[in-house]
């Protein structure tokens, strides 16, 4: 896919994060890695879901540097930056403070895996970040050192919200719109009692199958095992 | 109903699940059977529900191999498939991880009747059905070991969310739809304190009349008692 | 209004029940009384919100019998026929399901005043009636008895749902609105510690400057004081 | 910008109240400041977001006295107009019933400030006003004297919801949007637990970055330290 291309579908990706309500006024943010260069697509700061086009995304570099675009990048561009240095199999990066993850994040509580499709998407539970500030690369370190950990594609930095990573920019939505949906579900559960447990091994088959057979092709970004 | 009314029909029954946030990304499904035939329409598996059209749904036969169709089915057909084998009296099946039905089922915990909206749709509880993998027939044989025991056209699948059965592919999204809203209800009730029960021979009042005079035809998969 | 402009307005306020989802499939529905005649306008039974219009309206005399229209009227129509008839002053009648109002409902609990929006609209508690079976006078005569005590428009039945009564079918779509908005309010309030109440003598002076000073005209169906 | 075209904006900024839900039926209203005179724009009272048009409009004096406008303004136009006397630096206010906000108001609970969302709009907790009736200045005075002691943009008055204020009208509507969405966040977060505290030098931090960076150009109504 060309930047071109990449472009409009960031620009049209931020749509979902609208319509599964992940996102209130300009908080929350999509980019992409532009295949086979050091680039990458991520939306300008502060501008409105509505008024967002394929022209008016933002072209920078690995480092965060704008390349082209009339307008600021999002002030998360730091941390897209280091995940996409530090991750080349990661193709697309989602930033979210969606309530009910964050509400997670707010207590430094991972999400347990007690639903067959946070299995499926997440293969466990979806694990706690560090607190950092922004600006650095603080958080675009935590992001990383927590995932390595994890075949989650979620992670719930404190105090904060929800990063997700996918191969692409399309999977990574995916992970934050299910990230949000188990968050909640499990929040509920919670609140009238305690979740039944799912055996590990449960676990594993369920995240083995669904990241090999479903659907029409792979549509998360799967690695096989936790490393 | 012709195989290819169904394709439509099946196809704009899943912007119901959408309507009332039942689904997250492409996570449930509709299938209906075709009448008079060992045939079933069932949504292709990952698909987005915007692209869903008549043209795209998968026909398939009632072991869950695709006769017509572009996509591979669904990742539940083999559940849908049993369904229609065990019970000669449903024409639609609905799956769906709906968030505070699937919170009662991943505490393994039915739905107590205890609003006149669920005597009336479902007769009684909501029950809780085994933990199953998907893959085989375990899915399927647990919706319906458990459906017969009671009079309910919903089930929770413990871990995992709901399924409903209709005598119409319909009936079924209706009792999805109902099944979501009095799981909230009695949730949101028992937040705060106990519900106030209500008598057995209320709920079949309640039942009876609502499966018999309700509406302008009948518009649920009603048996007249459990079996 | 005549009734032909009547069934136009009917068919019209569903929409407000769909806009703030009060309803879910076809379980809620709006009334009117035809002003100056022993006849009333309702909503059809188990017909989807989407379908309705002036022309499938239901006209109905004040025991519930059709006067004109294709098709059966709402299973509720004996309840709003018998408010009509106890009730003079009533214009319209409005009962939903919605789901924070109906869990207070299912525990049998009165939704307290502690919010000033509370007091404008409702002036004191929203109070609980019996427990009634539909089809006959039971819960007609519930919501009158009940209301007769209190200045609220609206009454939660007992593991039922909501009737709200009005001047105008406008007005009691506005306190069927209203009560899902407090009720949802005072629930989160109750979740995690006690709301302070309000002073009685503040929440008359609320309601009686609401009553008298708020809007273009007044909008509710007020009394100036309980009987 | 000139009066009339304020109008317009003012008349616009109302549909972000019903996007996010903030708002029932007619139950919330944005003003602006006509900048460089003692006038303001603000809505008519009572009167339907749908109907909402920058000819209706209503123009008044710094006392709430009507210039201009064929219908009644606001019930909370005294409100308003006190904040617009008491503080030249606003030119924006917004108020709300929202749902959880509303709840921490009906409890007369400060919301701490445990996200990093809150820390960058905020700037630490938001406070809690007085108890007021409607229709004279107690309301205006409550705002004013609270925020005083704050940075947050936004105040929760007690038993009855919250009011916002920016250096625009925009701003302030913003401030309502995040108010609730951090409101819903910490809700939820303590529904489970207890959130993780932020250092104090870290909540300083964040606000003070977002407040001087974030974004195209400043979008909030910020002050460099609390008074």
């Given amino acids: 896919m060309s930047a071109a291309d990449l472009r409009a579908t960031v620009a049209a990706l931020h749509a979902e994060l609208t319509r599964y309500s992940l996102v209130a006024?300009?908080?929350g943010n999509v980019s992409a890695r532009v295949p086979g260069e050091e680039l990458m697509v991520i939306k300008p700061s502060g501008v409105s879901?509505?008024?967002?086009?394929?022209?008016?995304?933002?072209?920078?570099?690995?480092?965060?540097?704008?390349?082209?675009?009339?307008?600021?990048?999002?002030?998360?561009?730091?941390?897209?930056?280091y995940v996409y240095r530090a991750r080349?199999?990661?193709?697309?990066?989602?930033h979210t403070h969606s309530s009910y993850a964050s509400a997670w994040a707010a207590r430094g509580e991972a999400i347990p895996c007690v639903l067959t499709a946070m299995?499926?998407?997440?293969?466990?539970?979806?694990p706690v970040g560090p607190f950092a500030l922004i600006g650095g690369d603080d958080i675009g370190r935590g992001i990383v050192q927590t995932l390595a950990g994890h075949r989650s594609p979620a992670v719930l930095m404190r105090n904060h919200g929800v990063f997700t990573i996918g191969r692409t920019a399309r999977a990574a939505v995916k992970a934050a719109v299910m990230c949000e949906d188990v968050a909640r579900t499990v929040h509920l559960a919670r609140q009238l009692g305690e979740p039944v447990p799912i055996a590990p091994a449960d676990i594993d088959?369920?995240?083995d199958r669904y990241q090999n057979v479903y659907g029409q092709r792979l549509v998360a970004a799967p690695r096989s095992s936790p490393r």
Avoid at 88 to 94: I, L, S, T
């Fill in 88 to 94: 080349p199999d990661v193709g697309g990066v989602v």
């Fill in 119 to 126: 299995a499926d998407e997440f293969g466990g539970e979806i």
């Fill in 205 to 207: 088959a369920l995240y």
């Fill in 49 to 81: 879901y509505d008024e967002l086009t394929a022209a008016n995304m933002i072209l920078c570099d690995l480092d965060g540097t704008v390349v082209e675009g009339e307008f600021a990048p999002s002030s998360d561009t730091a941390a897209h930056a």
């Fill in 25 to 27: 006024w300009t908080a």
